[in-house]
């Protein structure tokens, strides 16, 4: 159970890393196409769903079977547009996947913290080690971009 919450909260952290990235592009005025969550299985390339939302009609979002990867592409006219972009604009819209991760770190550092200290049975030291936990967690989402 411990192992299933442990990927369930790295794969929401991976895809708040890339939240980041998009709303930096948004931000900044470049057009996302595409917004992508996993990775495709080589031998079934077909084998991806893809949908659009009418909160946000031009980009399509894909969801592929590989939970341990995600994405976030511009439009071609974009992908020029935001070579053109000085390089602090570029820096914002690359940090801002890494700067979601540890505004959401710490929300669940504080949620694990929370969470352990409503425990009676738990002592200090539990709740302690479950938020670094928690935190080593998410902070080793950096270690993998």
Not at 35 to 49: D, E, Q, V
Not at 54 to 79: D, H, M, N, Q
């Amino acid at each position: 159970m411990i192992v299933a919450c442990a990927l369930l909260l790295v794969v929401l952290s991976i895809c708040l890393h890339e939240v980041g990235h998009a709303v930096a592009m948004a931000h900044r005025g470049v057009k996302i196409e595409e917004m992508g969550f996993g990775l495709r299985i080589p031998f079934l390339p077909k084998f991806s769903y893809t949908f659009r939302l009418k909160r946000f009609p031009g980009i399509l979002f894909r969801i592929s079977p590989l939970p341990i990867a995600a994405f976030v592409k511009p439009s071609t006219e974009s992908a020029k547009f935001e070579e053109t972009l000085p390089y602090k604009e570029r820096a914002v819209i690359n940090g801002a996947g890494v700067v979601a991760n540890i505004m959401f770190t710490f929300l669940f550092a504080g949620i694990a913290i929370l969470i352990g200290t409503a425990s009676s049975e738990k002592s200090v030291g539990q709740c302690l080690f479950n938020a670094t936990a928690c935190v080593l967690l998410f902070a080793s989402t950096y270690l993998m971009r």
